[in-house]
Nanobody, 124 residues
Framework: QLQLVESGGGLVQPGGSLRLSCAAS????????IVWFRQAPGKEREGVSC????????NYADSVKGRFTMSRDNAKNTVYLQMNNLKPEDTAVYSC?????????????????WGKGTLVTVSS
């Protein structure tokens, strides 16, 4: 079965850190851009960060720039989102998505695969 599975979410205090993982099964991520989206209660889904297929280019939403870092380990078929200095407004369900590509990633591409998401709650 071709799927993406997220893990690493949980409850963290403001200022804390979490590392989310996005693992692929049934296919290799080597040729895919990966995008992290999040959706907070009552809000629209937004693109948070993306990494291109080679890992040589990343992009971050202004709201997370300087705090979040995306990386990939193609040998492990996994992409990571390191989230530092978390704020209550980062609370959301975080989902990863994949789209085949070779140059820069985009939040507006039509994604081919989606994970089900992992909940991140930032609260004291």
């Amino acid at each position: 079965q071709l799927q993406l599975v997220e893990s690493g979410g949980g409850l963290v205090q403001p200022g804390g850190s979490l590392r989310l993982s996005c693992a692929a099964s049934g296919f290799t991520l080597d040729y895919y851009h990966i995008v992290w989206f999040r959706q907070a209660p009552g809000k629209e889904r937004e693109g948070v960060s993306c990494i291109n297929s080679s890992g040589g280019w990343t992009n971050y939403a202004d709201s997370v720039k300087g705090r979040f870092t995306m990386s990939r380990d193609n040998a492990k078929n996994t992409v990571y989102l390191q989230m530092n200095n978390l704020k209550p407004e980062d609370t959301a369900v975080y989902s990863c998505a994949a789209v085949r590509g070779s140059r820069r990633c985009s939040y507006y591409s039509v994604m081919e695969y989606w994970g089900k998401g992992t909940l991140v709650t930032v609260s004291s």
